[in-house]
């Protein structure tokens, strides 16, 4: 009698491989991995004599452009990066950009000069721990002096020196949001035109290629500069209580509150509406339904258009 074979016990099932873990992504471009360096906001000078001097703009993560005196305009641009290349040419804040910069947390601004009313306004917002200063008057060692131009002296700076001297906090949710941009939202555009002043009008055309838009200064296009999406919203400007050394009053743009947007991302233009209920609070941009819409990841560029500018898109 042949005997039986020994019985085998199953093998077991290889259990389900982990999950990779997702990786952080930057909340102010929607790019992997999140940066770890804290954030940096400088103010750079849009005059018609500072724009060939232009430095470093195309590697922030976020850049602003706002109405200043005599129909001119300013960027904010914010930096979530360890890139050492300079920016500038830099030049003097505004009171508004306390209320405006207030949602990115207690971040380094900076900036050359300004009214003495508004230094001391902002002096009192870095008191009360909203932000950081990191002004040419107060680490002048983290700027390199450079061209007279007609107008002003050019001043330049850069992220890495600013985050050793003014080390504030890392990037966080300020209210952007990245996605794909579902079938049929918006309408074509691949150019607009938005026009702030009798001086000043930003035109945007869209780069098929590069998914991508060019952004122009009355007409003369920033080279580097090549933002994802393009954020028209339209603010209220006031006039405030300052005045620059000519004695042009200084307006006053308004960003917490509600109004119209306009977002440019792949060719296509989505009207929104931007909200944001208070200084400390970031700004988001929702469709009719009250939905976010989505952004493309990548840097963006966010025209604060004064109300009853026009803005053309086609």
Do not use: C
């Amino acid at each position: 009698m042949t005997p039986a074979a020994p019985s085998r016990s199953p093998s077991p099932s290889p259990g389900p491989s982990p999950s990779p873990k997702p990786v952080a992504l930057n909340p102010l471009t929607g790019l992997g991995p999140a940066p770890k360096t804290p954030v940096v906001v400088v103010k750079v000078d849009n005059g018609g004599l500072a724009r060939p001097y232009h430095r470093g703009l195309g590697r922030a993560a976020v850049v602003y452009q706002e109405l200043v005196e005599s129909g001119e305009t300013r960027f904010a641009a914010v930096y979530a990066d360890e890139s050492r290349g300079e920016v500038g040419p830099v030049r003097s804040v505004r009171e508004s950009d306390i209320e405006l910069l207030r949602q990115f947390g207690k971040v380094p601004v900076a900036f050359s000069g300004g009214n003495t009313g508004v230094k001391e306004t902002f002096a009192k917002a870095v008191q009360a721990g909203y932000l950081l200063d990191a002004s040419y008057d107060t680490v002048p060692q983290d700027y390199r002096l450079a061209e007279r131009r007609r107008d002003a002296r050019n001043f330049y700076t850069s992220t890495a020196a600013l985050i050793a001297s003014r080390p504030g906090v890392p990037p966080h949710d300020i209210g952007l949001r990245f996605a794909p941009l579902p079938p049929g939202t918006g309408t074509p555009a691949t150019t607009a035109r938005a026009v702030y002043s009798d001086f000043v009008t930003v035109t945007l055309r869209f780069d098929k290629a590069s998914g991508r838009w060019s952004v122009a200064q009355n007409k003369r296009v920033m080279p580097g500069v090549a933002p994802a999406n393009v954020i028209v919203q339209k603010v209220p400007v006031r006039m405030s209580r300052y005045v620059d050394v000519l004695g042009n009053r200084t307006p006053y743009t308004v960003t917490v509150g509600t109004g119209p947007a306009t977002v440019l991302r792949d060719g296509v233009a989505v009207q929104a509406t931007w909200r944001r209920p208070n200084a400390a609070a970031g700004t988001s941009y929702v469709d009719a339904s009250g939905k976010d819409v989505p952004l493309k990841p990548g840097p963006t560029w966010v025209l604060l258009l004064p109300q009853g500018r026009s803005l053309t898109v086609s």
